[in-house]
């Protein structure tokens, strides 16, 4: 008997294959995600940067999700969303700084930057990786979660930011 509920995302599995698939066949993760994501309300659109990052929409904040068949960690980021011309170096230094200080301190969620020298400019990107199977019990709770966080780093970052150009500027005063 086929339990519809495999590869659902409220977490629900039985043994038994579901819409064909065989048992010991690899999980269709971009299909579960996909799923998953409609039931928490986001809206998806093609990336037509990337194919294999499709763009979603969640409580007015933008990301992209990487997903295969058969690979069940997805790779979540959020690209550009914070930018330093490289001429302004001092500020390239907080930011840099910035980065390593949220890294550090929210484990899980990574903070990177990278440098583009044709638009001389440094870009900073959110990105984390996790498991994501249908035997995660309530996955959409657990994702939801994640998402908190991930956006948070935003405001983290904003914080951390302020806070190295405050520091700097009471040694200014000194």
């Not at 690899?26 to 998953?36: E, N, S, W």
């Not at 979603?56 to 790779?75: D, L, N, W």
């Amino acid at each position: 008997m086929e339990n519809e509920n495999q590869n659902q995302p409220n977490g629900q599995q039985n043994e038994q294959p579901q819409n064909g698939q065989q048992q010991g066949q690899p999980i269709d993760t971009p299909a579960f995600i996909k799923k998953m994501l409609e039931t928490m309300g986001c809206q998806c659109q093609e990336n037509p940067e990337n194919k294999y990052d499709p763009l979603f929409k969640y409580q007015g904040e933008s990301f992209a999700i990487r997903t295969q068949v058969g690979y069940p960690f997805v790779r979540i980021h959020d690209m550009w969303w914070y930018s330093v011309d490289m001429d302004n170096l001092d500020e390239i230094v907080r930011v840099r700084k910035a980065v390593n200080e949220l890294n550090i301190a929210m484990p899980g969620f990574s903070v990177v930057y990278t440098m583009s020298e044709e638009e001389k400019m440094m870009g900073i990107h959110t990105m984390a990786e996790l498991l994501m199977i249908p035997a995660i019990p309530n996955p959409v709770g657990f994702f939801q979660h994640v998402l908190g966080g991930f956006f948070q780093q935003k405001k983290n970052f904003a914080q951390c930011l302020d806070a190295i150009k405050k520091a700097e500027a009471q040694n200014e005063s000194k």
